[in-house]
């Protein structure tokens, strides 16, 4: 006995549903009892337990902890029993005059670097995929070559850019940059030196990360029907005009979505900077990140207590980012 | 910019377009074109200015030397680094889909008191990045250091593969199911018999995006490896990177090993890998 009828006229079952073998008529003793005879609620308990208890275990639970340890004195194989340092901890990381330097400066780098990412790589991602939505042959071979540094690790990205941009004439970067100003720039010291350090590490993150936001904004854009186009067209409507009033509010949505992502994700920078500090010369100061922050307090100094204050402030403005984002896009489904 | 339609485009624009996407195709391809070229040029030729793209004296000696230096047990072994992260990707991969697939067809076909409590509390963890509990983790299994278990586990449940699916799910016509359901089938046949094949574009996206961040996955063996038997491959190009002298050529020559597996699996399964990533825009 195969399925019944409606599964072949849905328009999914493309590939025949494998049969359903005999009907075993189920739980016959079990009926005279009273209980409800659909037994979904038992098989949908026991069908979610392992991911939510696994979320539970590894997300929740840590993330809670996160919380009380940002609260006590705590240090990692201290023999003293951890201390309650109520706000001690956060007091410390933003006006003790000698532990809030380097997480003022970490606050400030990931500031700094989401001011230029977001809008730099959102731009530079909705060019890409508008250039790529047109009816061209070998476009997908286009996009494979914008879309391939996604899928290389950032741990060998950073090692990639880390030679690029060596210092001397020996970098590829600075021999470039030799070359076409007829010798007056170049030897720069693009990762050691405070004023460029930042700006390496912006360009090769966009470098790695803009793919991304194209295939989503690309979506968004092959959502738009092309009747919009064509209407404007007519209307004598010109390049500018149509991006601005068809391409624009057509992708709305999925711009938001962009932002927003890039944004949490600007928060999130750490492989990089934590490869090109231990060996590729990258100015440290210049650099550091929350995340880096973090991992140095907690793995180096073993100052779980501090390092778990400093994880709390960033999933603070990682919720805040994400309620801007709510904010900024309910106005538009209301409309 | 430029109008999105195909309509009123000439041959020079058409031209300009090739023109322009060559370009830019050219100078992100520049630093993928530097990675294999140095990898196969002597060490002095890899860091010399412009002339580090020509392909001079090209050879494999850079990945032999890698192979060598990188096999005994105070270095740990090439091929036991590569094996681990593969081992990790395949557990995470396999794993997640089994299980985040499960609860995702729990929480959206099967009516239960406190489902929708429990997928709330889904996407409430959705928002949590694995970034701010990698120091209370860090605290917490400090004792599982250097295990092999405490690498995947954790990435296993994933509340934005339940997400995923969860749309997927809801998106399949329920007529079919109820037609199982009717003829006997209970929910676990009803799920792996056929809502599972009937959602291959879900599972191979979900596949792809949870392979991608596992294979570059760098905080967490950061934190819980010192111990070079079990350190996955990126941590170990990060210290490779490190030593003194450094030797470039073979720094690129272990990064195309690096990333060859994930390339590799890219060009097969490219349709998949940019549904995926924009399949996690529905999101909105």
Redo the contacts between chains.
């Keep these: ?1 195969t ?5 072949h006229a ?4 493309r ?1 025949k ?2 049969p ?1 073998t005999a ?4 739980r016959p003793v079990r009926q005279a009892r009273t209980v409800c005879k659909n037994r ?16 539970i275990a ?3 639970i ?2 809670g ?2 919380v009380v ?1 940002s609260f006590y004195n ?1 240090r ?1 194989g201290s023999p003293l029993a951890p201390t309650f340092f109520g706000l001690e901890q956060y007091r410390r990381l933003f006006t003790d005059p000698d532990l809030s330097g380097p997480f003022l400066r970490a606050l400030l780098n990931n500031l700094t670097f989401a001011v230029v990412v977001v809008p730099v790589q959102t731009a530079l991602a909705l ?2 995929a ?7 042959k070998a476009i ?1 071979l ?16 950073a ?6 941009l ?1 210092r001397g ?4 970067l ?3 940059l ?2 076409v100003s007829f010798g007056n720039w170049g030897a720069l010291d693009w990762l050691g030196d405070s004023a460029t350090a930042m700006a390496s590490i912006i360009v090769l993150s966009i ?1 790695q990360g803009v793919g ?1 936001q194209m ?2 904004l ?4 092959q959502q ?1 029907p ?1 009747e919009l ?2 209407a404007a ?1 007519l209307d004598r409507a010109g ?2 005009q ?2 601005r009033h068809v ?1 624009l509010p057509g992708i709305r ?2 711009l ?3 932002v927003l992502l890039t944004s ?1 994700l600007s928060f ?1 920078v ?2 990089q900077v ?2 090109l500090i ?3 010369g990258l100015n440290e100061d210049a650099t550091r990140t929350v ?1 880096y922050q ?2 140095t307090t ?2 180096d100094q073993n100052n ?1 207590g501090q ?2 204050a ?3 402030v ?2 603070l403005i ?2 805040a980012l ?1 309620l801007i984002q709510r904010r900024v ?1 309910r106005p538009d489904n209301e409309d | 910019m430029s109008s999105t339609t195909g309509l009123t485009r000439t041959p020079l624009r058409r031209f300009l377009d090739y023109a322009v996407l060559s370009v830019l195709a050219f100078v992100f391809a520049l630093p993928v074109l530097y990675l294999f070229v140095g990898s196969l040029k002597p060490s002095d030729e890899v860091l010399d200015g412009l002339s580090g793209f020509l392909p001079t004296h090209l050879s494999l000696d850079n990945y032999t030397a890698v192979l060598d230096s990188l096999n005994s047990d105070s270095t740990g072994y090439f091929w036991r680094f590569m094996g681990i992260s593969l081992l990790l990707a395949f557990v995470v991969v396999t794993g997640g889909l089994f299980v985040n697939s499960m609860a995702a067809y729990g929480l959206s076909r099967l009516k239960w008191r406190g489902r929708n409590a429990v997928f709330t509390l889904v996407l409430l963890l959705m928002l949590v990045p694995f970034e701010s509990v990698a120091v209370p983790l860090f605290y917490l299994f400090n004792d599982q250091r250097n295990t092999l278990y405490i690498l995947a586990l954790p990435f296993i449940a994933n509340a934005f593969s339940v997400y995923q699916f969860h749309t997927f799910f809801r998106s399949i016509p329920p007529s079919i199911e109820e037609a199982a359901r009717i003829d006997g089938a209970g929910p676990w046949r009803t799920f792996f018999a056929i809502v599972v094949p009937m959602s291959k574009p879900a599972f191979a996206s979900v596949a792809i995006l949870t392979f991608l961040t596992q294979w570059g996955s760098f905080l967490w063996p950061v934190l819980m490896v010192s111990d070079p038997s079990v350190r996955p491959l990126p941590l170990e190009m990060s210290v490779f990177q490190a030593q003194l002298p450094p030797d470039y050529g073979q720094t690129l020559a272990f990064g195309v090993l690096l990333v060859l597996p994930v390339l590799i699996v890219f060009v097969f399964f490219q349709r998949w890998f940019v549904q995926g990533v924009a399949s996690s825009a529905v999101k909105g």
């Design positions: 006995m399925s019944a009828e409606p599964a849905a328009p999914h079952a590939e549903a494998p359903v009907v075993k008529p189920e979904d609620w038992l098989h949908g308990l026991l069908m979610s337990t392992p991911a939510v208890a696994g979320l590894f997300v929740a840590p993330f902890y996160a340890l705590v990692l060019g890409l508008i250039l790529l939505n047109r009816k061209l997908g286009f996009r494979s070559f914008f879309f391939m540094p996604v899928v290389f690790p950032m741990a060998l990205v090692v990639i850019w880390r030679l690029i060596a004439d020996q970098g590829m600075n021999s470039a030799h070359a470098w991304f295939v989503i690309l979506a968004g854009l738009i092309g186009y064509e067209e390049r500018w149509q991006f391409t949505g999925t938001v979505f962009v949490v999130r750490f492989d934590y490869v231990d060996g590729g995340m973090a991992v907690a793995f779980i390092a778990s400093i994880t709390v960033f999933f990682v919720v994400t896009v």
